[in-house]
């Protein structure tokens, strides 16, 4: 069975003027190393990445992308065909109200920015889902990371949700290594890692892949 899968990675940018944004420490390095992984289980993979200083991995679609406003129409185009959606972007949550045409002046003063929220991609993708899609989201958390994650699975109504702790020197961004708890709709429980992000992201690729072979059987 051919498996089209698509996978947003990094953080996205969300800019005020047109040199200054509000981001997070998102490396990408985890998307990267599912879409390795994914690619290496014989899948069609198409990645949909913020700003990364990552080498394009072999063989997959590469759309590169900068805000989150770029990131949903992207992925919205790429959504229809796709078999496997796994968002493991961190999507900014807000964005400045306005951005501003020239360099803003500094003054010695402060600086208000009001900002409001980018859609949510995950939740807007999943309202139109078809049955047959596996939606597959990540939460990173600081606190009760698994409460957390299971009330992003129902909310945004996907089928799973990689739950990764982002506290204190602990947390996964920029690291290389990671462990993640996949949770499932009907109690699936199964955590992975800890190990390297490549060998964590073969686990999980693995995961869905049984699960797809399951549901084909
Ligand atoms: O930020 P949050 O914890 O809600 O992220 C959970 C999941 O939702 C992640 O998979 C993330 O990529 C996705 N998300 C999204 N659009 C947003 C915020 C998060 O698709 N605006």
Redesign the pocket.
């Known amino acids: 069975m051919s498996i089209r899968c698509l996978i ?1 990675a990094g953080p996205t940018r969300e800019f005020f003027d047109p040199v200054r944004f509000v981001s997070n420490p998102s490396t990408g390095k985890m998307g990267f190393a599912l879409a390795e992984a994914a690619r290496a289980e014989g899948w069609t993979v198409d990645l949909v990445a913020g700003p990364v200083a990552l080498p394009e991995p072999a063989g997959v679609m590469y759309y590169p992308v900068v805000t ?1 406003e770029e990131m949903l129409r992207q992925t919205d185009a790429l959504f229809g065909p796709c078999d496997i959606l796994i ?7 807000w964005r400045p109200k306005v951005c501003q045409t020239q360099k803003l002046k500094k003054n010695g003063q402060g600086l208000t920015v009001e900002f409001e929220a ?6 807007t993708l999943a309202e139109r889902r078809r049955v047959e899609q596996v939606l597959v ?5 600081t606190e009760n990371v698994e409460a957390n994650a299971l009330e ?1 699975m129902t909310r ?1 109504k996907v089928d799973f949700m990689a739950a990764n702790s982002v506290a204190g020197a602990e947390g996964a961004f920029g690291r290389d290594d990671n462990q993640l708890i996949l949770l499932g709709k009907n109690g699936f429980r199964q955590v992975l890692g800890p190990a390297s992000k490549r060998e964590v992201a073969q686990q999980l690729i693995r995961q869905l892949s049984h699960h797809l072979a399951a549901r084909t059987r």
Do not use: N, R, W, Y
Request: charged fraction near 25%; avoid cysteine; proline fraction near 5%.
């Open positions: 947003t989150a968002m493991t972007a961190a999507v900014s949550d980018v859609p949510d991609i995950l939740a989201g990540f939460a990173a958390e992003k945004k």
